[in-house]
């Protein structure tokens, strides 16, 4: 595993080498490599990389081929960067499980505080926040109680972490598909309701824990996910081979999770968790250090086709008495619940899952589904199982049973931010934020800790700059989160905290979750004022790998037949991974990347470059507002494409939104002339120009949030009410028409949400347009 991951590593370091040489010595920006923290399969690649030509110099160091792109300070930084070192990092970082809240975790976030300290960081603290968690407890032995053979007590067993605790037994099981919001829509319009019912659906298409939260919208009782073939496992019936021979998940293979949708710690929503005093890590139930190292392909015991599928049950035992941390709902004598003087939402107030979840392997997941009666599933549903996928509902032996039992518990527990701090030589108070999550479901050999890897060899080459008297022009920190597979909580709660600091003061955030998930291309996703920047840096990196015939990263990127994006860089940021407070939260310029492996099925459309139009002075941060511009423009453009007879219908127009995108245009252009026009920049000046770039992306928050979903600020960038995977330009105007166009009865009301959303969107589009303007012109 470690090898493997360390292909992937290879190509991460010199990306963010790279990349961070442009930033750091030019434009004093910082460095990334993002991705997101959800790709589940993202260490499941076994091909060998075409990727891994990275050149090491005798010492082991990492080398960029080609010419000197990037300067003093950044070709001292790359030559300062180890490939021995980053494995060294990989290495110690897996060498245990490091669940958040847990001891280990901890462990290694001491570690890295230390580690840092004596690299050179100004300044490294652990920031404690006191979440509250869902873990799974093997108090009791974990019996397959299909054939009796007991689960190997050293793996932390398959669990969705949030998923209440619950028992339903029932001769019932209805096939939902992936779970989308359609497809339970299918399933009623076919005459099977799924109130009270179980439901199982397959994992993909979309975030599992809005797969859950379909089923309580239509009111099931529980909802198991599995991985079907035809998704992780396309040639498993021609005999093709799985993990660790192959890309594909084996039989036993089982995706764990958080599906939690509403990111940050469920007890304190939009504040913080902060904590004076941290309580005690946790010791987790299962043995870390006897854990194998191919931990994350399950060993599930398999039984014969032929066992009746009478019970299904989670691995997870009961919990007697629940922890003394554990928030209990305030009756009417008792205080409310608190911790260190922040109030604690009580359990079930929450906005957490309300029904029982549960992850399984396909080989389990056919046994339950061979089972299943009633009509054949339309063709487009089914899976790749060599079975008829039928839609239920009624098992099909008389007097079957399915048994979904859940055992998790809630507890609160410290998890912890290592802050690094480089203090900038300008402007110390402008920050650029570069952060990764730290904790993993198991080892996180990819997820995180290769990320991780590269994130501390390059701090040590950070370090290793200031001792040479380098320092950039504004401050740049570093963040290892804690908690991020939860929801990103680490992240959010620091968000949380600070508030008011980066709306004022945050410059950009950069994602270092590195997920390869195959090496093939980059898919990127930012905020359109880190375009410029994306596309520059690319086009002074070196080919990873220059028998493709590539010089640049840029060609590769732009010309070698693309992933699932049709675009070169677009908008998509989602729920994905650990930027979404930054940009969700507060608007700050954000940015993530993945490298992804060859989905030919998809069409590949060039992207138009742009042209960028004015020449950057050193002082004045590379962020061109024209391509806010294109995305304001996009944005407009699809919701008329999609909407846009519909509305006109109610006499609803878009007319004024037009209008102010118009003006954002020209004043976009007005202040690039303005600056295209300047021979000398003074400091004072530098200051304004970049706080009206930096506030840009910031006014698109507004206080009130997004209509069904206030705690989504930002009007401009968010996610599908349905996917957190997709993300949506104008999510409120989105969830408003949504609302409206399936309203049946007494749907006015709903429109004039419609209008109501329009004007916060035309609001915060204005905000932008004032922004930009100099107040002398106004
Ligand atoms: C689910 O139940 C709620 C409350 O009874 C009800 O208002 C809603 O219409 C139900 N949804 C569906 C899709 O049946
Ligand atoms: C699929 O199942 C059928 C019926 O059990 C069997 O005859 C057939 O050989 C199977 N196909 C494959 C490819 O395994
Ligand atoms: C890709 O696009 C080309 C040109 O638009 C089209 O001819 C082709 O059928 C598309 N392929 C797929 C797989 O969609
Ligand atoms: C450019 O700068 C010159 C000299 O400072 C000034 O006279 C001129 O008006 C400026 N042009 C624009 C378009 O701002």
């Known amino acids: 595993m470690v090898a493997r991951v360390l292909q992937g590593v290879g190509v991460g370091a010199l990306m963010v080498a790279a990349l961070s040489l442009l930033l750091a010595l030019n434009l004093n920006l910082g460095s990334f490599t993002p991705s997101p923290a959800s790709a589940e399969i993202s260490c499941s690649s076994s ?59 901890l462990e290694q976030a001491e570690y890295l505080k230390k580690l840092w300290l004596e ?129 594909w998940l084996p039989e036993s293979g089982i995706q764990r999770g958080s599906i939690v949708w509403h990111d940050g710690d469920p007890t304190t929503p939009l504040y913080p968790a902060l904590v004076t005093t941290p309580p005690a890590a946790v010791t987790p139930p299962f043995n870390t250090a006897t854990l194998p190292p191919s931990s994350n392909t399950e060993t599930t015991p398999s039984s014969t086709v032929a066992t009746p599928p009478a019970t299904v049950a989670t691995p997870l035992a009961t919990v007697a008495t629940p922890p003394a941390t554990v928030a209990t709902p305030p009756a009417t004598v008792t205080p409310p619940s608190t911790t260190d003087g922040m109030y604690r939402v009580p359990d079930e107030q929450t906005d957490t899952p309300r029904i029982p979840a549960h992850t399984l392997s396909y080989n389990d997941a056919r046994k339950l589904l ?86 501390m060899e390059m701090v040590r080459a950070y370090g290793q700059l200031l001792r040479n008297g380098w320092r950039p022009r504004r401050s740049m920190v570093f963040g ?80 070698r037949l693309r992933a699932a994006s049709p675009d070169l860089l677009d908008y998509n940021l989602a729920s994905l991974s650990e930027h979404s407070p930054f940009y969700q939260h507060i608007g700050v310029p954000t940015s993530y990347m993945v490298w992804e492996i060859n989905f030919e099925e998809y069409n590949w459309s060039d992207y138009p470059l742009y042209h960028t139009t004015y020449e950057d002075f050193d002082a004045i941060l590379p962020m061109d507002p024209d391509d806010e511009t294109v995305m304001l423009r996009k944005m407009v453009a699809d919701l008329k494409a999609e909407y846009g007879d519909t509305l006109q219908e109610k006499g609803i127009s878009l007319a004024h ?21 300047l021979t000398d920049v003074p400091l004072l000046l530098a200051r304004q120009l970049n706080d009206q770039l930096l506030l840009l992306e910031k006014c698109y928050t507004n206080e009130a949030g997004s209509y069904l979903r206030p705690h989504v600020k930002n009007l401009m960038f968010g996610t599908s009410n349905f996917n957190q995977y997709e993300g949506w330009l104008a999510p409120g105007v989105r969830d408003a028409l949504w609302e409206a166009t399936h309203c049946q009865e007494s749907c006015d009301h709903h429109w004039q949400v419609v209008q109501h959303q329009l004007s916060l969107l035309q609001y915060v589009i204005n905000s932008a347009v004032l922004t930009m303007k100099d107040i002398r012109y106004i």
């Open 480 to 559: 290892s989160w804690g908690a991020g597979e939860y929801g990103f909580f680490g992240p959010w709660e620091w968000v949380e905290e600070y508030l008011k600091v980066f709306e004022m003061r945050a410059v950009a955030h950069l994602n270092v979750d590195l997920a390869i998930i195959g090496t093939y291309n980059m898919l990127i996703s930012a905020t359109p004022l880190l375009h410029k920047i994306i596309k520059e840096a690319t086009k002074r990196t070196p080919a990873p790998d220059p028998s493709l015939g590539y010089t640049t990263l840029w060609e590769h990127w732009s010309q």
């Open 119 to 247: 690299q050179g960081l100004d300044q490294v603290f652990l920031q404690p926040y006191t979440v509250q968690l869902s873990h799974p407890d093997l108090s009791k032995p974990n019996k397959d109680p299909l054939d009796g053979v007991d689960y190997d007590d050293s793996i932390p067993p398959a669990f969705l972490a949030f998923s209440p605790a619950g028992t339903i037994v029932t001769n019932e099981l209805v096939y939902v598909n992936y779970g989308l919001y359609e497809d339970f829509e299918a399933v009623e319009a076919a005459g099977i309701k799924v109130k009270g019912r179980l439901v199982i659906a397959k994992f993909g298409q979309g975030f599992r824990g809005d797969k859950v939260q379909n089923a309580e919208r239509f009111n099931a009782s529980g909802i198991i996910i599995y991985t079907d073939p035809s998704d992780y496992h396309p040639d498993l019936e021609q005999g093709g081979a799985a993990y660790p021979n192959s890309f």
């Open 47 to 105: 091909r060998r990389s075409p990727l891994t030509t990275v050149e090491e110099d005798a010492l082991g160091r990492v080398k960029p081929s080609g010419d000197d792109y990037f300067g003093t300070a950044g070709e001292e930084l790359i030559n300062e960067m180890k490939a021995d070192n980053m494995e060294k990092n990989l290495r110690y970082l897996t060498s245990q499980g490091h669940m958040a809240g847990t001891k280990q975790d």
């Open 657 to 677: 939104l037009d209008t102010v995108v118009n003006r954002f245009d020209e004043v976009a252009k007005t202040f690039i002339t303005h600056v295209n026009n």
């Open 370 to 455: 061979v089972n299943i009666g009633g009509e054949e599933v339309p063709p487009a549903w089914r899976g790749g199982l060599n079975i008829t996928y039928r839609m239920g509902p009624q098992l099909v032996r008389p007097g079957w049973t399915v048994k979904l039992e859940v055992h998790n518990i809630k507890h609160l527990v410290p998890t912890y931010n290592v802050i690094g701090v480089i203090h900038g030589s300008e402007e110390p108070d402008r920050y650029v934020i570069y952060g990764n999550h730290r904790d993993s479901w198991t080892f996180g050999s990819c997820d995180p800790s290769s990320a991780t890897a590269v994130q």
